[in-house]
Structure formats: structure tokens, C-alpha cells
């Protein structure tokens, strides 16, 4: 408290409060200007209910990073207004409305804020998202909500996202970034994914080149990591069973497709966790031909042995044309015991008949890292 005193001399503030009596004070203590602060950065606790901004006296005109935590949304505060140089904005754990609201972030109030930031580099937001916003007549009046603000961001480097999908889609057709290269999107469990806009964003921006996507399927949720260089794309749904989890990145790429035509590597990785019950094989079928076809030209794909069974069934060509499914193909590269057995050999020999021979690899997959960040925290998931 004594420092924060000393106003003109404090260039940095990270603060994680652990009560509401402490945060109080603390906000009590910046209701000043404080000229030379760059990087300003404040962990609220998770369990308030309070919807605390900063004092609408609080004032960093040389502001350059702002990360605040389980705050209230920064609508129309001084601390944006004055601090026209910021770089960095991140705003975890805010709540959504589908009505302009003083504490709650409507589309068009986020993208007002925006355009008060024409030197954001980094854009990180993070929602809270109430159940009310996948009942039907939420989402179309979210979608149909008038939004009068446009805004180009045109030094967006990158930008996060996590929330529920309609409130992405209500806000991309009116942000412009043409120097985005890292875009990440966790969409909270939903039933249906629909984004047209998002293709459009990311076409839009220009930037991105990719020739590699991974799925990794795992209990708490799929994620995807497309890219390997500085171009980069994430996309994390938090869904548990995996036919709830395919059917959610089926319909997410089935619309993406068109920005995949480079991808020519595959990966398919799993984490045992619930799996479907035995009717729903069709189903799975259909939906792991669904996502596979929005990558045409894939040469080498990468299985896990934990859907080396589900990928066996999806290839079955019953009928159907040797070339329909991944026509490109000329690597698949599954567990030794696969490439031994006959599960794959059917494929194998029908692609070979119409001269696209398809070399069988025997190599363990899951052999790599990641973590995600979800509603119920950090999820590391190790080497299998």
C-alpha cells in the first residue's frame, strides 16, 4: 500500500489477491494517475460475486500491458480512453451479455473498446459462459443484436478467445486484423459449432500458411494445434466423450476446410478416456470421413493406437470410390502391431489397384506434450 503510494515512481504492478477486504483496498489505492506505469496486471478472487472495475479515476497514460482477472468489463473506464499506446490487453474471466450492460461485455461494447486501441499487438479474452447462452432463442438474438461498430486492428498479432461459439461469431464480422498470425479459439461444450465467420477472419487476415494439424483427443476435451512455424492456429473444444468431441470438430472443419488446402501431415493422438458405445460406431464413421475430407491433400497421416480401430473402420470403402477419402495419401503411419495385422489391408491393397499405393509404417504415436487451459484449470498431458 505504501508503494502504491508513490505514484510517480511505480512503473509495474502484478498483484493476485486472495480476498475481497484486500482488493478493495487496492483499488481504493489506485485512484490516481500514474505517469510512468507500463505493465499493470491483477488477479481478483475466483469466488466474488462483485463486479469490480478499476476507479474511474485511475489513470496509465503510458500503459502498455493491462491483464485483469475475474474483473467486470472495462466499458468506457479512463484507463482505455487515456491509454492509447497499449499493446497488450487481456481480460480473463468476464462475464458475456447479449444486452449492452455496464459490467457484463455485449459485442459491439468490446469492439467500441477496441477501437480505442489502434497499437494492440495482443488481444486475450476469456468469458464466463452461463448456460442461458445455448438456449436458441439466446443465440438468435445474440446474432441479430445491432452492431454499429467496425473496428481494424492493424497491428493485432495475435488473438485469444474462449467462450461459447455464437458470441465469436457475433463479433468477427465486425473486427478486421491483417497482420494476425497466432489466433487461438476453446469453445465451451456446446452441440452445435457453426463458423462461417471465423473462415472469413482468418481468410481475411491472409497470414496463415499451414502444412501440419494435430487432434489430440483427451477426457476433458480435443484439442487442435495447426502449424508448426510462426504461423500458428488452436482450436480447443471442452467436450468429454469422443463421439462428442469428433461431431464438434467435424462440423468446425467442414466449414474451415478451404484454409487447409497446404496441410499434407496429419496426426491423429489419444488419451484414453470415455469412449462410444458400440452403436455409435456408425456414427463415428460417418463423422472421422467427415473431418477427414476437409484435408484432400494430406500425404502422411499419424495414428494413435487407441484409433487405429475407428480410423480402420472409417476407411472401409464399402462401395465407395478407393479415391474419395484422402486421395493424396502415401504414408499411414500406425502402431507396429496395426502395420503387422490385417486391419488396414483391405484399403492397402484397393489403393494400390487404382495406382495410389499407400506405404503401411510401423511407428508409436503419441509421443509428444501439450497443455490446455480450460474452465476447471491447466491441463498438461504427458507422453503416453
Not at 28 to 53: K, R
Amino acid at each position: 500500500m505504501l508503494a502504491l503510494q508513490r505514484r510517480d515512481r511505480v512503473r509495474r504492478i502484478s498483484l493476485r489477491v486472495e480476498t475481497i477486504r484486500s482488493l478493495q483496498k487496492i483499488i481504493t489505492a489506485i485512484n490516481d494517475e500514474f505517469l510512468i506505469l507500463e505493465f499493470l496486471s491483477i488477479v481478483a478472487p475466483s469466488n466474488h460475486n462483485e463486479n469490480f472495475i478499476l476507479p474511474s479515476t485511475f489513470e496509465a497514460p503510458q500503459l502498455r500491458i493491462l491483464i485483469l482477472t475475474h474483473f467486470a468489463s472495462l466499458i468506457g473506464s479512463p484507463s482505455l480512453t487515456t491509454a492509447v499506446g497499449l499493446s497488450v490487453l487481456s481480460l480473463q474471466w468476464i462475464r458475456p451479455s447479449i444486452y449492452p450492460h455496464p459490467d457484463h461485455l455485449h459485442p459491439n461494447q468490446l469492439l467500441q473498446t477496441l477501437s480505442l486501441l489502434p497499437h494492440l499487438e495482443t488481444l486475450k479474452i476469456c468469458f464466463h459462459s452461463p448456460q442461458d447462452f445455448t438456449r436458441h432463442h439466446i443465440r438468435t438474438q445474440l446474432l441479430n443484436a445491432p452492431i454499429i461498430t467496425h473496428v481494424t486492428l492493424p497491428n493485432l498479432y495475435r488473438f485469444d478467445f474462449s467462450g461459447v461459439n455464437i458470441y465469436l461469431e457475433a463479433l468477427l464480422p465486425h473486427m478486421t486484423a491483417p497482420l494476425l498470425k497466432h489466433l487461438r479459439v476453446q469453445f465451451y461444450a456446446e452441440l452445435t459449432f457453426y463458423v462461417p465467420h471465423l473462415l472469413q477472419f482468418m481468410t481475411t487476415a491472409d497470414n496463415f500458411k499451414f502444412n501440419l494439424i494435430k487432434f489430440s483427443f483427451h477426457e476433458a476435451a480435443i484439442s487442435v494445434v495447426v502449424g508448426t512455424n510462426e504461423d500458428s492456429f488452436f482450436v480447443d473444444v471442452f467436450c468429454g466423450t469422443l463421439d462428442w468431441q469428433l461431431s464438434a470438430v467435424a462440423q468446425i472443419f467442414s466449414v474451415l476446410g478451404p484454409l487447409f488446402s497446404d496441410v499434407v501431415e496429419l496426426i491423429l493422438d489419444y488419451r484414453q478416456h470415455s469412449i462410444s458405445s458400440e452403436r455409435d460406431h456408425q456414427a463415428n464413421r460417418t463423422l472421422w470421413r467427415e473431418l477427414l475430407g476437409s484435408f484432400r491433400n494430406v500425404k502422411t497421416l499419424q495414428v494413435h493406437n487407441g484409433l487405429v480401430r475407428d480410423l480402420s473402420r472409417c476407411l472401409r470403402l464399402d462401395g465407395a470410390p478407393p479415391l474419395e477419402l484422402l486421395p493424396e495419401l502415401t504414408k499411414l503411419i500406425c502402431p507396429v502391431g496395426s502395420v503387422k495385422g490385417k486391419i488396414f489391408s483391405s484399403f492397402i491393397h484397393k489403393r494400390k489397384v487404382v495406382g495410389k499405393p499407400v506405404k503401411l509404417i510401423g511407428k508409436t504415436a503419441g509421443r509428444r506434450r501439450y497443455k490446455f487451459h480450460s474452465p476447471n484449470g491447466t491441463y498438461g498431458i504427458d507422453f503416453d
